[in-house]
Nanobody, 124 residues
């Protein structure tokens, strides 16, 4: 089992940057594939970016390609989401999630462990 705690959200102007972190404790972090999801009011939770347990493979949804970067540090047991050139449509609660054995899945049901979420608000 792994516990996840996000940090780094906030309120920024369009064009600004934020770096989210997801600190893991418990069972070996390096065995989990990690995803960053977001959920805006009235919308479904969607996968923003994912990274495999080794860091060798990543995924980005089209709307964030070239602006967001997912990474992980298996020594520090932490995953990151660097978000640049933020837009108002990026406003949401961001969650990190962990899964085992399924690779990077876009389905939230594939992830067995979730953080509490961190709010990101981007104003125009």
């Amino acid at each position: 089992q792994v516990q996840l705690v996000e940090a780094g959200g906030g309120s920024v102007q369009a064009g600004a940057s934020l770096r989210l972190s997801c600190a893991a404790s418990g069972r070996a972090f390096s065995s989990y594939d990690m995803g960053w999801f977001r959920q805006a009011p009235g919308k479904e939770r969607e996968l923003v970016a994912g990274v495999t347990w080794s860091g060798a493979s990543t995924y980005y949804r089209d709307s964030v390609k070239g602006r967001f970067t997912i990474s992980r540090d298996n020594v520090k047991n932490t995953a990151y989401l660097q978000m640049n050139s933020l837009r108002p449509e990026d406003t949401a609660v961001y969650y990190c999630a962990a899964s085992v054995g399924v690779g990077i899945s876009t389905a939230s049901s594939s992830y067995g462990y979730w953080g509490q979420g961190t709010q990101v608000t981007v104003s125009s």
